[in-house]
């Protein structure tokens, strides 16, 4: 099993910045494609960014020009960069893995980490 584990998140001011980290350990769940997704209560999870092993992203509209994901393969890691961050930004923050390169636009994954809280204060 693919354990993932998210850090990085925390208590921001508005306009500030973060990096999340998700690294990926384990063999039985493949890292073709990778994205963050965040969570705020009463709401569903919705994307915040994506990534293949090729390198193909895919953003979530209330994000684009703010975060850029990437991710350093040879460390089986992703990083989320979010500048510029807004109240609306809080929530916490998933890393998900999936097998399939179309799971950065379907949200087919099949494995998820714990999630890291980020709050942004206005």
């Known amino acids: 099993q693919v354990q993932l584990v998210e850090s990085g998140g925390g208590l921001v001011q508005a306009g500030g910045s973060l990096r999340l980290s998700c690294s990926a350990s384990?063999?039985?769940?493949?890292?073709?494609?990778i994205g963050w997704y965040r969570q705020v209560p009463g709401k569903q999870r919705e994307l915040v960014a994506a990534?293949?092993?090729?390198?193909?992203?895919n953003y979530g509209d209330s994000v684009k020009g703010r975060f850029t994901v990437s991710r350093d393969n040879a460390r089986s890691t992703m990083y989320l960069q979010a500048k510029s961050l807004k109240p609306d930004d809080t929530g916490v923050y998933y890393c998900?893995?999936?097998?399939?390169?179309?799971?950065?636009?379907?949200?087919?994954?099949?494995?998820w980490g714990q999630g890291t809280k980020v709050t942004v204060s206005s």
């Open positions: 998900a893995a999936g097998s399939t390169r179309w799971a950065i636009f379907n949200g087919e994954y099949e494995c």
């Open positions: 384990g063999s039985s769940c493949s890292t073709d494609a």
């Open positions: 990534i293949t092993s090729g390198g193909t992203t």
